[in-house]
């Protein structure tokens, strides 16, 4: 199949495919004699396997820990736990400082009056992180905590 057809059956695009090879993700196409890409059904599964990994957040080198896991029938499924739950971390990781940056956010909103006026807390905090006066700076996602 070529790459269009591959890319209808995995749900990936013909861009990340090319990408996806270009990075090592996957295995480079076959080619033909006038060098366009030929793929397997393999290839197909292969991107829905990546395409449900990133859908789930891994990222390109948890991916390919996971294919090389995948391909080994010799695996631990202790070795697969392992990649989930640093994954599952990162992901807590996230959730938190998302909840912190709207605790702060829902604050500052709540001290705003929304007015003519032209003060504003939020227009101050973000300000201060830009001045670097604030206290404490989220740096992952630049805004600072009360």
């Given at each position: 199949?070529?790459?269009g057809?591959?890319?209808?059956?995995?749900?990936?695009?013909?861009?990340?495919i090319?990408?996806?090879?270009?990075?090592?993700?996957t295995?480079?196409?076959?080619?033909?004699?006038?060098?366009?890409?030929?793929?397997?059904?393999?290839?197909?599964?292969?991107?829905?396997?990546?395409?449900?990994?990133?859908?789930?957040?891994f990222s390109?080198?948890?991916?390919?820990?996971?294919?090389?896991?995948?391909?080994?029938?010799?695996?631990?499924?202790?070795?697969?736990?392992?990649?989930?739950?640093?994954?599952?971390?990162?992901?807590?990781?996230?959730?938190?400082?998302?909840?912190?940056?709207?605790?702060?956010?829902?604050?500052?909103?709540?001290?705003c009056?929304?007015?003519?006026r032209p003060?504003?807390?939020?227009?101050?905090?973000?300000?201060k992180?830009?001045?670097?006066?604030?206290?404490?700076v989220?740096a992952?996602?630049?805004?600072?905590a009360?």
């Amino acid at each position: 199949m070529n790459i269009g057809e591959l890319s209808k059956a995995s749900g990936v695009s013909s861009k990340m495919i090319r990408y996806y090879e270009q990075i090592g993700l996957t295995r480079p196409a076959l080619r033909t004699v006038s060098s366009y890409r030929v793929y397997s059904d393999k290839d197909v599964h292969t991107l829905q396997f990546v395409r449900r990994a990133r859908d789930l957040g891994f990222s390109v080198e948890q991916i390919k820990e996971l294919l090389a896991l995948w391909g080994d029938r010799s695996r631990n499924s202790a070795d697969v736990k392992a990649v989930a739950l640093e994954h599952i971390a990162e992901l807590e990781s996230k959730v938190a400082a998302i909840e912190e940056m709207t605790k702060t956010l829902k604050h500052l909103a709540s001290h705003c009056h929304g007015d003519d006026r032209p003060e504003c807390p939020i227009i101050e905090e973000i300000a201060k992180v830009a001045d670097g006066k604030s206290p404490r700076v989220n740096a992952r996602f630049g805004l600072s905590a009360l």
